[in-house]
């Protein structure tokens, strides 16, 4: 019994060790640019972002104190310039992602350093 629980953590080891410690819900980082959901303020998909409502939107949310980044798709960098200066403006981080493993149709988010409660997003509104 003994020799099996060490073999069992030996595994566990190996498997980090090739694999990398297990990520927690990692779908859910896909598609959130890579923050947990309980993070994000506000967010817009790419289709939103083509459109004054959803840059109004966004531009909204940066008014809120909670937030502490901004953080664009790269395919979305272009058509977001007016938030990106927007949150320079108000001492904002900004940061582009361009991970492959992204997954979902968010462009852009607004995140805080903790959890907020915020129980639907622009980007889940259809």
């Known amino acids: 019994m003994l020799g099996s629980k060490k073999s069992n953590e030996l595994e566990k080891t190996i498997h980090t060790g090739i694999h990398g410690t297990p990520q927690l819900r990692p779908d859910e980082k896909r598609r959130f640019l890579g ?6 303020i506000q967010a817009i998909t790419f ?5 004054t409502e ?3 939107i966004m531009e909204e949310a940066l008014g809120d104190s909670r937030g502490v980044e901004l953080v664009i798709h790269q395919k979305a960098r272009t058509r977001a ?6 949150a320079r403006k108000q001492g904002l981080d900004f940061t582009i992602v361009s ?5 979902g149709e968010v462009a852009v988010i607004l995140v805080a ?14």
């Open 47 to 51: 289709k939103q972002i083509q459109t």
């Open 35 to 40: 923050f947990f959901r309980e993070r994000v």
């Open 54 to 56: 959803g840059l109004k």
């Open 81 to 86: 310039m007016p938030l990106i200066v927007q």
């Open 113 to 126: 350093k903790d959890a907020v409660d915020v129980p639907t997003l622009y980007s889940e509104q259809n």
């Open 99 to 103: 991970n492959p493993n992204l997954q």
